[in-house]
Nanobody
Framework: QVQLVESGGGLVQAGGSLRLSCAAS????????MGWFRQAPGKEREFVAA????????YYADSVKGRFTISRDNAKNTVSLQMNSLKPEDTAVYYC????????????????????WGQGTQVTVSS
């Protein structure tokens, strides 16, 4: 059974940085696309960033493009999200997710495209 565990969330002032990490266990996810989503109170879960199985292609929501960077280390079965120039509107619970598709070229940007989810980590950006 696949488990995803996020870490690195916390409280930061606007303009600051945080690095989220997601560690997978149960099986290797080096052949699966992975992504980050976030959900603010009263809002739907939204796409933040995704990376294909090899790490060669990355995708970002317009709201975070140029500020966030997704990366993966397949040897360690981890995916990270470097978040710079944080804004109060980035405040949310951030979730790591993985697909169940083996080396598929397409990388989903909808929550329905992901099978495995972490429990989430809170990111709070103060103004």
């Amino acid at each position: 059974q696949v488990q995803l565990v996020e870490s690195g969330g916390g409280l930061v002032q606007a303009g600051g940085s945080l690095r989220l990490s997601c560690a997978a266990s149960g099986r290797t996810l080096s052949n699966n696309a992975m992504g980050w989503f976030r959900q603010a109170p009263g809002k739907e879960r939204e796409f933040v960033a995704a990376i294909n199985w090899s790490g060669g292609s990355t995708y970002y929501a317009d709201s975070v493009k140029g500020r966030f960077t997704i990366s993966r280390d397949n040897a360690k079965n981890t995916v990270s999200l470097q978040m710079n120039s944080l804004k109060p509107e980035d405040t949310a619970v951030y979730y790591c997710a993985a697909t169940d598709l083996f080396r598929v070229t397409a990388t989903p940007m909808l929550p329905t495209g992901y099978r495995y989810w972490g429990q989430g980590t809170q990111v709070t950006v103060s103004s």
